[in-house]
């Protein structure tokens, strides 16, 4: 990010933290009405992060090291313990376990979804045809989701999120579950959401993936940031650890 770069996130100091509650106390303790124990969590620990209108950055870490938290906190989902994050716009979240209505059909979702982006029900109905082809469910998409596999649904939601260009667009593993043909379509949108100078931010596994689709990156660790800096360089030394 430059000076000349208008921001769209700014992380200062972020904090967040869970309480997290045993509820198997013994028998004995509930009758005598003890509280379960709980214990506190720092999920994320004084994260200071800046990035820029169009930039694409990846984020890595071990399990448990605060990526989605940080995604989650950036949508305004998870208050915060301290700090402050700003945002330009509303992010558009986009993970494998991101709610839709699996009772509805494929198509039906998708026309839900355009509605809730703000389009008018002439517009979103021009647009179902179009995102159902990008899916490429096939006959699937007029079946409950409930009956897709977790592969199904990422194409499903992807498709939605990213039917129109959102401004900041974060990615949880939602492209992890996809086919080798879905990864490659996905990676194409991305490419194009880009170019439109929208805001990525994709967690991932597959360094492959961020590499191919990020140039900058954040390693996260324990709820703080590791390295931030050109992807080729963190990823060395993030697989080196």
């Given at each position: 990010?430059?000076?000349?770069?208008?921001?769209?996130?700014r992380?200062?100091?972020?904090?967040?933290?869970?309480?997290?509650?045993?509820?198997?106390?013994?028998?004995?303790?509930?009758?005598?009405g003890?509280?379960?124990?709980?214990?506190?969590v720092?999920?994320?620990?004084?994260v200071?992060?800046?990035?820029?209108?169009g930039?694409?950055?990846?984020?890595?870490?071990?399990?448990?090291?605060?990526?989605t938290?940080l995604?989650?906190a950036?949508?305004g989902?998870?208050?915060?313990?301290g700090?402050?994050?700003?945002?330009?716009?509303?992010?558009?979240?986009?993970?494998?376990?991101?709610?839709?209505?699996?009772?509805s059909t494929?198509?039906?979702n998708?026309?839900i979804?355009?509605l809730?982006?703000?389009?008018?029900?002439?517009?979103?109905?021009a647009?179902v045809?179009e995102?159902a082809?990008?899916t490429?469910?096939?006959p699937a998409?007029?079946r409950?989701?409930?009956?897709?596999?977790?592969?199904?649904?990422?194409?499903l939601?992807?498709?939605?999120?990213?039917a129109l260009?959102?401004?900041?667009?974060?990615?949880?593993e939602?492209?992890?579950?996809?086919?080798?043909?879905?990864?490659?379509?996905s990676?194409?949108?991305?490419?194009?959401?880009?170019?439109?100078?929208?805001t990525v931010?994709?967690?991932?596994?597959n360094?492959?993936?961020?590499?191919?689709s990020?140039g900058?990156?954040?390693?996260?660790q324990?709820?703080?940031?590791v390295?931030?800096?050109p992807?080729?360089?963190?990823?060395?030394?993030?697989?080196?650890?």
């Amino acid at each position: 990010m430059t000076a000349a770069t208008p921001t769209a996130i700014r992380c200062i100091g972020v904090e967040v933290r869970y309480t997290v509650r045993s509820y198997r106390p013994l028998l004995r303790d509930l009758l005598r009405g003890n509280a379960p124990e709980a214990t506190t969590v720092d999920a994320l620990r004084g994260v200071d992060l800046e990035v820029g209108v169009g930039e694409s950055v990846g984020v890595v870490g071990p399990n448990g090291s605060g990526k989605t938290t940080l995604l989650q906190a950036m949508t305004g989902v998870l208050p915060l313990a301290g700090g402050e994050l700003l945002v330009r716009s509303l992010p558009t979240f986009l993970g494998v376990k991101a709610a839709l209505r699996p009772r509805s059909t494929g198509r039906s979702n998708i026309r839900i979804g355009l509605l809730a982006q703000g389009l008018r029900r002439d517009e979103a109905e021009a647009m179902v045809s179009e995102v159902a082809a990008f899916t490429d469910l096939g006959p699937a998409i007029d079946r409950p989701m409930e009956t897709y596999s977790s592969g199904m649904r990422a194409r499903l939601h992807f498709a939605i999120a990213t039917a129109l260009t959102p401004d900041i667009l974060l990615v949880d593993e939602a492209l992890a579950v996809g086919d080798r043909a879905f990864r490659e379509r996905s990676a194409r949108r991305l490419d194009e959401h880009r170019a439109a100078a929208g805001t990525v931010l994709l967690v991932s596994h597959n360094l492959a993936e961020v590499r191919r689709s990020c140039g900058r990156t954040v390693w996260l660790q324990e709820g703080r940031i590791v390295a931030d800096g050109p992807t080729d360089e963190v990823l060395r030394d993030y697989e080196a650890s």
